[in-house]
């Protein structure tokens, strides 16, 4: 069994930054890929950043530019730098691991943006 626990949320001015941290733990035999996703009132879950084993990386396109993802392998930790912070990017941060094929996820972190 995996546990994801991620950190790093709170309460940030609009032109802001953040940084989320999520760290995987219990019995991890391999890590797929390492993830955030959001959601906000009343909208679907959506994906925010996505980092493979082999360190490729994808972004949605509204946090292209102003957010980063990262990981540390050893730690199985994942990282999102988030800069430049929106309202709309105000929501529930959830993270996602990925191990085995099989995809665990965290509580979620709230992230709120004011303008």
């Known amino acids: 069994q995996v546990q994801v626990a991620e950190s790093g949320g709170g309460l940030v001015q609009a032109g802001g930054s953040l940084r989320l941290s999520c760290a995987a733990s219990?019995?991890?035999?391999?890590?797929?890929?390492m993830g955030w996703y959001r959601q906000a009132p009343g909208k679907q879950r959506e994906l925010v950043a996505a980092?493979?084993?082999?360190?490729?990386?994808n972004y949605a396109a509204s946090v292209k530019g102003r957010f980063t993802i990262s990981r540390d392998s050893a730690r199985n930790t994942v990282y999102l730098q988030m800069s430049s912070l929106k309202p709309e990017d105000t929501a529930v941060y959830y993270c996602?691991?990925?191990?085995?094929?099989?995809?665990?996820w965290g509580q979620g972190t709230q992230v709120t943006v004011s303008s």
């Open positions: 980092i493979s084993s082999g360190g490729t990386t």
């Open positions: 996602k691991v990925v191990a085995a094929i099989t995809p665990y």
């Open positions: 219990g019995t991890i035999f391999s890590i797929n890929s």
